[in-house]
T-cell receptor, first 114, second 112 residues
Framework: SQTIHQWPATLVQPVGSPLSLECTVE??????LYWYRQAAGRGLQLLFY??????ISSEVPQNLSASRPQDRQFILSSKKLLLSDSGFYLC?????????????FGEGSRLTVL | KQEVTQIPAALSVPEGENLVLNCSFT??????LQWFRQDPGKGLTSLLL?????REQTSGRLNASLDKSSGRSTLYIAASQPGDSATYLC???????????FGTGTRLQVFP
């Protein structure tokens, strides 16, 4: 069966510090991968998605970036965090080439920027 | 631009009641619609996925319906239990996009 892992689960960082959140998927090949952010009192916002290694699409302009160094690994990064980057970050995957496919989420990473 | 709305935003009911949660979307050209459950501080758990060609899906006490022409989906929860307390989110995938557009959710509390 397929599983998705995110870490760290919780992170408290000062403004201006770097960020790295990692997501890995097991039990599937060539998944489509997604990073969402859920800010307090707001809905889920798609940040990045990837359909293959090195292929990243960005949905919103921001100081975050994403990379996919391996087939089942998706990393969310920042060189200098802003207060507004605080939120709950969720990684998700779905099977490739299946527009009818179901989306599955990880447990999330809660980032607090102070 | 697809927009997804969920009503009500919050709901508090006694145990045993049958519930209906509503989801509406503005663009009826969708591939599918997915219902999720989110417990506080946790990720999203997929509950039901309805393809555009389907009218409903059932899983245990849950039943989700889809009416594309009117841009609506409902999630029916039968015989609610305190363990059903969570936020319920619907999301749609439109044609020619790899994105799911989410509603802001319905926060459900079922009390004993």
């Amino acid at each position: 069966s397929q599983t998705i892992h995110q870490w760290p689960a919780t992170l408290v960082q000062p403004v201006g510090s770097p960020l790295s959140l990692e997501c890995t998927v097991e039990g599937t090949s060539n998944p489509n991968l997604y990073w969402y952010r859920q800010a307090a009192g707001r809905g889920l916002q798609l940040l990045f998605y990837s359909v293959g290694i090195g292929q990243i699409s960005s949905e919103v302009p921001q100081n975050l970036s994403a990379s996919r160094p391996q087939d089942r690994q998706f990393i969310l990064s920042s060189k200098k965090l802003l207060l507004s980057d605080s939120g709950f970050y969720l990684c998700a995957w779905r099977a490739p080439d299946r527009h009818t496919g179901e989306l599955f989420f990880g447990e999330g990473s809660r980032l607090t920027v102070l | 631009k697809q927009e997804v709305t969920q009503i009500p935003a919050a709901l508090s009911v006694p145990e045993g009641e049958n519930l209906v949660l509503n989801c509406s979307f503005t663009d009826s050209a969708i591939y599918n619609l997915q219902w999720f459950r989110q417990d506080p501080g946790k990720g999203l758990t997929s509950l039901l996925l309805i393809q555009s060609s389907q009218r409903e899906q059932t899983s245990g006490r849950l039943n989700a319906s889809l009416d594309k022409s009117s841009g609506r989906s409902t999630l029916y929860i039968a015989a609610s239990q305190p363990g059903d307390s969570a936020t319920y989110l619907c999301a749609v995938r439109s044609y020619n996009t790899d994105k799911l557009i989410f509603g802001t959710g319905t926060r459900l509390q079922v009390f004993p």
